[in-house]
């Protein structure tokens, strides 16, 4: 087999290796979904066009030269989606690093490694590219609908920030390797994904609130003072705003630029790129192995079973980076909510259905973690402990996990309004009992690498969690302000759970 062929053959199956993994991802793994998934995900861009109508439509009817506030708004927008992906760009190259079990094959492979990893590069990049694309395609289609063909230069602008997040993302994370190693970078790869993915809109909506009091990002992206602050009109930071407007010579610049990005880092990371994957793998082997065992610790069985739990837990990243991507996201509303009522008595009030809402949230994700992703199920059913004190165990991890996070902010609230502390640390316990039960009653034995898809399971579970967490924190705001609808809260979330009891297969 030539070069030029096994490069073809490689690219072909990295690219295959990205396809099974979106579609696992949308199907839970099982083959007899593929049907439903492709089906549902052509609603589901139908559906967005909705959304993206509401969003940006009326701004399709901008003509070049554009003012200095709507090119702000383009470029931001621009931004945003690149932060996004640059995101999920760093996501996909640690899951590359850790998750894959192909080193030794690809090692033992004739062909030239630097090449082979070129390859691997340019394949993230176009993943990423790819969904890009797949997101965008709404939205781009709305400006081409109300403002004309010129849009579908979008794009190519699209194209440009998919690329350039891919190759953003394998430098910053090989860069990581090199700086804290492979035990620190998994952990400091996956947090500073979510940190990325959030924080651009975090920090318009903040600045939003404070200087507004809205949680709109366009208050801030089209205010006198945001004006007042950006540059020139020909200034290149406008270069994407302009290609999304059919600006031929910007958009072949954006391109250009972007794939000289792409190739610079293949050339400059491809060498380092098997040297970074086996220090990955040796890492992870290593732990495997049990390099940090320590001396045994006696106690009682389920003690035993606890602690497992919580080590896990704490080796876990994609736990810390989906989770943590959930509490960012409370930050505007929850400051959004005291400002607006700050100089009222229901600010503090309007705390508490945040902090509830965030623990059935999170207990959620502990649950399936606990209960549906063991490894180890075989070993752990070996175990002297009947199934229903090791269901028992894992349900404790939870909700002491649950303690442990949110009692400092309980506690601090205690300080000044003791009774909504109560009423707080009541609905952050019942939240979380009402998620963990609904993981129970819904659990299936899964793999803990399978947590970012663990909504595929069952839809049914996935928006009883949801809805649930949504009416315990309603039921708790009102039991602080009218205690009777709080009763009347209480009692449908009740009858949400017990329908969802109804349709579990534990019933069965």
């Known amino acids: 087999m030539s070069s030029a062929t096994a490069l073809s053959w490689f690219a072909r199956h990295e690219l295959r290796l990205a396809w099974r993994e979106g579609l696992a991802m949308m ?49 931001a927008t621009a931004f945003l989606a690149w ?53 965008s395609t709404p939205f781009v289609d709305v400006l081409m609908l109300n ?65 507004y009091g809205t949680l709109s990002r366009f208050a801030v992206l089209t205010s006198d003072a945001a004006a007042a602050y ?42 380092r790129f098997a040297d970074t994957a086996i220090s990955a793998s040796a890492h992870a082997a290593s732990s495997r192995q049990g390099k940090d065992a320590k001396v045994f610790r006696g106690g009682s069985r389920q003690q035993t079973l606890r602690r497992k739990e919580f080590l896990l837990l704490g080796r876990d990243p994609w736990l810390i980076s989906q989770t943590l991507m959930q509490l960012l996201y409370l930050v505007p509303p929850a400051l959004f909510l005291w400002r607006s009522f700050s100089d009222s ?11 509830v809402m965030a623990a059935g949230q999170l207990a959620g ?61 009541a609905g952050v316990a019942i939240a979380a009992m009402s998620a963990t039960a609904i993981q129970l009653w819904f659990r299936v034995q899964a793999k803990r690498s399978q947590f970012r898809r663990r909504q595929t399971s069952s839809r049914i579970a996935t928006f009883a969690e949801a809805f649930s967490s949504i009416g315990w924190a309603g039921t708790s705001a009102l039991a602080l302000v009218i205690p009777l609808a709080a009763g009347i809260s209480g009692l449908m979330t009740l009858g949400l759970m017990a329908a969802t009891w109804k349709l579990s297969p534990a019933r069965e």
């Open 27 to 75: 199907t839970g793994g099982r083959r007899r979904r593929t049907r439903v998934a492709v089906i549902g995900l052509i609603v589901f861009a139908a559906l967005m066009h909705l959304p993206a109508w509401a969003v940006i439509g009326r701004y399709a009817g901008l003509e070049a030269p554009l003012d200095k506030t709507s090119l702000i708004v383009v470029t």
């Open 230 to 271: 950006a540059p020139e009109a020909d200034s290149l930071v406008w270069w994407p705003a302009r290609a999304m407007l059919g600006d031929t010579e910007a958009l072949l610049l954006l391109l250009s630029l972007s794939l000289i990005l792409l190739g610079a880092v293949m050339a400059i990371f491809s060498p």
């Open 83 to 135: 932060a996004l992906m640059l995101s999920q760009a760093i996501e996909s190259v640690t899951r590359v690093f850790y998750a894959r079990a192909d080193l030794d094959l690809i090692m033992s492979s004739p062909a030239k490694l630097t090449n082979l990893f070129s390859v691997r590069i340019a394949a993230i990049a176009l993943t990423v590219t790819a969904m890009a694309l797949l997101l």
């Open 147 to 211: 403002g004309g063909g010129r849009w579908f230069a979008a794009f190519g602008v699209v194209i440009a920030v998919g690329l350039s997040a891919g190759a953003f993302a394998i430098a910053i994370t090989i860069v990581l390797f090199r700086l804290i190693g492979p035990a620190r970078t998994r952990l400091t790869a996956q947090i500073l994904a979510a940190v990325i993915g959030a924080g651009f809109v975090i920090a318009l909506q903040i600045a939003a609130v404070l200087s």
């Open 345 to 355: 008595s229901t600010a503090l009030v309007l705390i508490t259905p945040v902090i």
């Open 365 to 425: 994700g502990l649950a399936w973690l606990t209960i549906s992703g063991e490894d180890a199920a075989d070993l752990v059913a070996t175990a002297p402990l009947s199934p229903s004190r090791v269901i028992r165990a894992k349900i404790e991890v939870v909700l002491i996990a649950i303690g442990v996070i949110f009692a400092p902010l309980i506690v601090a609230m205690a300080i000044l309004a003791p009774m909504q502390a109560v009423v707080t640390a």
